[in-house]
C-alpha cells in the first residue's frame, strides 16, 4: 500500500495563492493515480482534481476549474495542487487520495480511492 502525508495549508486571505503537497511513500507512486479532495465543516467529502498515473492527463472540479493545477513530480513522489485566487468558499479540510490505476484513468469520485492522507486545512478569509 502506499501512505500519503499532505503539507502546505493554512489561514491565507481571499485572492492569494497557496500550493499544497502530498508526499506519497511505500508502493511504486507511479502505478498510482491521484487526486484532491476536499470538506468543508457539515459538508460532504467533494472532488477537486484528478491527475493520471501517466502522461498527466487532469480533471477539475467546475469550481476550481481556471484556478487550481494539479501536477505530479515523479521523482520526488510528490504530487501537488497549485491553488491561486483562492476565495472563502474554498475553505476545507484538503485531502490527498491515491488508487492504483492503469492507463490514463482519474477518478473523481471520493469512493473510487483507496489511500488518503490525514488532511491539510485551508482557510480563506474574506
Known amino acids: 500500500q502506499v501512505q500519503l502525508v499532505e503539507s502546505g495549508g493554512g489561514l491565507v486571505q481571499a485572492g492569494v495563492s497557496l500550493r499544497l503537497s502530498c508526499a506519497a511513500s511505500?508502493?511504486?507512486?507511479?502505478?498510482?493515480?491521484m487526486g484532491w479532495l476536499r470538506q468543508a465543516p457539515e459538508k460532504d467529502r467533494e472532488f477537486v482534481a484528478a491527475?493520471?498515473?501517466?502522461?498527466?492527463?487532469?480533471n477539475y472540479a467546475d469550481s476550481v476549474k481556471g484556478r487550481f493545477t494539479i501536477s505530479r513530480d515523479s521523482a520526488k513522489n510528490t504530487v501537488y495542487l497549485q491553488m491561486n485566487s483562492l476565495k472563502p468558499e474554498d475553505t476545507a479540510v484538503y485531502y490527498c487520495?491515491?488508487?492504483?490505476?492503469?492507463?490514463?484513468?482519474?477518478?473523481?469520485?471520493?469512493?473510487?480511492?483507496?489511500?488518503w492522507g490525514p488532511g491539510t486545512q485551508v482557510t480563506v478569509s474574506s
Open positions: 491527475i493520471s498515473r501517466s502522461a498527466g492527463f487532469t
Open positions: 487520495a491515491a488508487r492504483p490505476s492503469i492507463g490514463y484513468g482519474r477518478y473523481t469520485d471520493a469512493h473510487q480511492y483507496d489511500y
Open positions: 511505500g508502493r511504486t507512486f507511479s502505478d498510482y493515480a
